[in-house]
């Protein structure tokens, strides 16, 4: 199944995802229609928080990366008006205005095996 989240700064080296808090929890809200999260990507930049962009990706694929990132989810039904908060967190994981990682030395760099490097090619060209 594919879904519709929205990213900041996206495709660049100091990408975030949108969240919103419940509780101490980052959940992660994923569309199942491209204009309901278009629809709340306008909202959010009404209320000056950014211009995120809304990007499409296999559900299974964000399942992993909120196990991953210990983030929560919720899958937002077609024809759902999901409103952001009013009310937003003072200061985020995310920094918009933050230099990319600096480069790893080659010594420093983790070994993958050709395998490993294949799954993760694949993984990249199914998010394409």
């Not at 419940?22 to 009404?46: K, P, T």
């Amino acid at each position: 199944m594919r879904v519709f989240v929205l990213l900041f700064n996206a495709r660049t080296d100091n990408e975030g995802i949108h969240t919103i808090k419940v509780g101490e929890r980052n959940v992660i809200l994923m569309f199942e229609s491209e204009d309901d999260a278009i629809r709340f990507a306008l909202m959010l930049e009404a209320q000056d928080f950014g211009n995120p962009t809304v990007e499409e990706f296999d559900m299974d694929e964000l399942e992993e990366f909120c196990n991953s990132a210990d983030y929560d989810y919720k899958i937002v039904s077609e024809g759902t008006l999901a409103l952001p908060p009013e009310g937003r967190v003072e200061q985020t994981d995310w920094q918009p205005d933050a230099p990319p990682s600096p480069e790893l030395s080659p010594a420093e760099k983790p070994e993958l095996s050709q395998s490993d490097l294949e799954e993760l090619r694949r993984r990249l060209e199914e998010l394409l």
